[in-house]
Each structure stands twice: as structure tokens, then as C-alpha cells.
């Protein structure tokens, strides 16, 4: 069994779809600190040839508190305004009809849990990706939670049937192989190779939101992204 298990990010870059298409069994780690000036509510998209900001308002969010315990401010307002952003951004994207529509169904979710909020944005554009694996929260599992870190990572796995755990390469320092194999887990971690594609006439501006890759590039040539990786063993 693969896994992988990573923070509910707010439309995150094509790496951690690819981990994502790797793996069986997908954890949404939800019941850990929330992070400020992260991933987590915001990512960048293309803006009049720039990288910009775009990001869902949180109510009383704080370090303090675990993600699945946060709320989303998606008023009428904040949807509309996030809506027309996009369509300033995107609009002479070449296939900006066949995301859009896709794009707007999740901001118009009714759903206040920010935990819940980017599960559904996850589970939406898989779907809009072929990509078919089974995706849980971490706060649904059995699990012993006095943990913290890599033992609880190795926790879930164990709970799960792991045989191997995949990570983002960004995570490498934190896990230890010798940890894994006293459970019988391999680690793996995923890097993503360089990929690059027209933004306009604009200079190439990578790592942006997969709003991004999705507005300039058909299903086909993403599920080829997918694919255009190595695998660093731990």
C-alpha cells in the first residue's frame, strides 16, 4: 500500500498532484497546527505577467488552532470578488472555458471548514484530472494524537498497511529512513522534474497554482505533467 500524506493546501502546484497520482491511499493531514503565511489558504496565480496572491479569508485563524478547526469567510462578496480575479487573470487562456467552470464550483462551495473547504477543492480537480485516488483526513483515523512528527506520520502509515510512504522532496530533512524500516515502510520522496509551457507571451514563471497549469494546458498534457518526476530514495 502507498501512501501519502500532506497539509490540505489551497490550489496547490503540480508536484503535489503528482504525489497524489503516485499513491493508493491519499491523507489529508488536517489535524495538525495551521500555519500562517503558507499554503494553506493562499497560492500565486498569473496577473498581468506577474505572480500574484490569490487566497480564501479566514476567520480568527491562528497558529494556535488545527486546521480542521478553522473557518472560511465564502460570502457572496469574497466569492465574487475571487471570480472576477480570476477571469482578469485568465480570460485569453487557452482553456480558460473548460477550467473556469471547474475553478467556480469549488470558491462557490457552501462549506465554512477550511479543512473540508480544500478536501472538496482536492476531490473536484482530481476529478477534472483522472486521477482516482482514494483520498481520507487524518482526523477521521484512528491514531494515537500525543504524537508529533515523524511518529505520528509513521502512526497513520502503520494504521493504513503501508508498505511505502511518499513525500514531497521539500520534506527530506524531516524523515529517517531507519524510522521507517523498523515498520517495514520505504520512504520515498518526490522531485518534480522542470516543466514549462506558454503563459501568453509572457517569460515563464514556474511553481504557480495549479489554476495555472490547468488555464494554459489540456487534461492530456497534464496527466503527461503528472508523470515528470524522479523518485529520490531515502
Known sequence: MKIGIMQPYFFPYIGYWQLIN??????????????SRGWIN??????????????????????????????????????ERNLMILKQAYKRAPFFQETFPVIEAVLCEKENNLSRFNGLLIQK????????????????????????????????CRRL?????????????????????????????VCTDPIRYMQYENEF?????????????SREEIRGFLKMYQLIEA
Do not use: W
Open 22 to 35: 503516485i499513491v493508493d491511499k491519499y491523507v489529508i493531514f488536517d489535524d495538525v497546527n495551521y500555519i
Open 42 to 79: 493562499r497560492n500565486r496565480i498569473l496577473y498581468n505577467g506577474e505572480s500574484k496572491y490569490f487566497n480564501i479569508v479566514l476567520k480568527g485563524a491562528s497558529q494556535n488552532k488545527l486546521i480542521n478547526e478553522i473557518e472560511i469567510d465564502n460570502g457572496t462578496k469574497q466569492i
Open 125 to 156: 480537480v482530481c476529478h477534472y484530472l483522472g486521477i482516482d485516488t482514494d483520498i481520507i483526513f487524518s482526523s477521521s483515523l484512528p491514531k494515537d494524537n500525543s504524537l508529533k512528527g515523524q511518529a505520528k506520520i509513521i502512526d497513520i
Open 161 to 189: 498497511n503501508a508498505t511505502d510512504y511518499y513525500n514531497a522532496i521539500g520534506g527530506r530533512e524531516l524523515y529517517c529512513q531507519e524510522k521507517f524500516s523498523q515498520y517495514n515502510i520505504k520512504l520515498h520522496f
Open 205 to 217: 514563471l514556474d511553481n504557480l497554482s495549479i489554476i495555472d497549469v490547468m488555464m494554459f494546458n
